[in-house]
């Protein structure tokens, strides 16, 4: 009787070890929802955060630009490159600084005004036509709501990691409309977005992690006084 008890006991654990694991066991429980509705708690979730790095490519009119920037509401800053040159971008409330090389200055053939700027935080008048070009780079409330969309119908398209964190992917018209990879650890952030139509693939971390955002010194920065070289 006994050994037939350890027989049964053997049988039933082996049963129960055949069947699938549950992929969002342990999770935030984001993986068992609809893809639309997916996609609106990890909007929420990224509009909550108070700040976020981002880094990729993102590709407008047939230019590609390639981002490394650390957005908050209160300012933001890091690098742009586009066409092989790079340039460095700080925002400190509504003051926004371009630093760049004179190569990025020399677009009007001016080289005395690029010389001057080589190297400095170059201060953009609000008015010029170039605060406008690269303030958007910087502003995490006009941004991110412009990168984290997906076009067509939404689905959910399987369980994946980024970065050692598992995610559920979400796509729209089953990948040409782009794919968003949400953390099932935590809060339901975007992980990874690659957009449609060929537009760009970008990651994003630090969630939540503020960074400093201050005005450069004085020795370190120009007034240029006018409107920008190549605005």
Same mark, same amino acid.
């Given at each position: 009787m006994a050994a037939l008890c350890v027989l049964a006991v053997s049988a039933l654990t082996l049963l129960t070890g055949c069947g699938e694991e549950d992929p969002d066991a342990g999770t935030n429980g984001v993986g068992r929802l609809p893809a639309?509705?997916?996609?609106t708690q990890s909007r929420a979730a990224a509009d909550a955060a108070p700040a976020v790095h981002l880094a990729g490519t993102v590709v407008t009119g047939g230019v590609t630009f390639t981002?490394?920037? !650390?957005?908050?509401?209160?300012?933001? %800053?890091? /690098?742009?490159?586009?066409?092989?040159?790079?340039?460095?971008?700080?925002?400190?409330? +509504?003051?926004?600084?371009?630093?760049?090389?004179? $190569?990025?200055?020399?677009?009007?053939? @001016?080289? /005395?005004?690029?010389?001057?700027? @080589?190297?400095?935080?170059?201060?953009? =008048?609000?008015? +010029?036509?170039?605060? !406008?070009?690269? %303030?958007?780079?910087?502003?995490k409330d006009v941004l991110l709501p412009a990168l984290l969309t997906l076009h067509g119908e939404l689905a959910t398209?399987?369980?994946?990691?980024? $970065?050692?964190?598992?995610?559920?992917?979400?796509?729209? @018209?089953?990948? =040409?409309?782009?794919?968003? @990879?949400?953390?099932?650890?935590?809060? #339901?952030? =975007?992980?990874r977005l690659v957009r449609g139509g060929g537009a760009g693939t970008l990651t994003f971390s630090e969630w939540g992690k +503020?960074?400093?955002?201050?005005? #450069? $010194?004085?020795?370190?920065?120009?007034?240029?006084?006018?409107?920008?070289?190549?605005?």
């Open positions: 639309r509705k997916i996609q981002l490394d920037m !650390r957005l908050k509401s209160g300012g933001g %800053s890091g /690098s742009v490159t586009s066409k092989g040159s790079t340039f460095q971008l700080l925002r400190v409330g +509504d003051e926004l600084y371009v630093k760049a090389d004179a $190569a990025f200055w020399n677009h009007g053939g @001016d080289t /005395s005004a690029a010389g001057k700027l @080589d190297g400095k935080y170059v201060k953009v =008048p609000q008015q +010029d036509p170039a605060y !406008r070009k690269f %303030s958007g780079f910087t502003e398209a399987g369980h994946h990691t980024q $970065a050692g964190t598992r995610t559920i992917r979400v796509t729209g @018209d089953g990948g =040409p409309g782009g794919t968003l @990879d949400v953390s099932l650890e935590g809060k #339901p952030y =975007p992980l +503020d960074f400093p955002a201050a005005e #450069p $010194a004085k020795s370190e920065t120009v007034d240029y006084g006018g409107q920008l070289p190549g605005s």
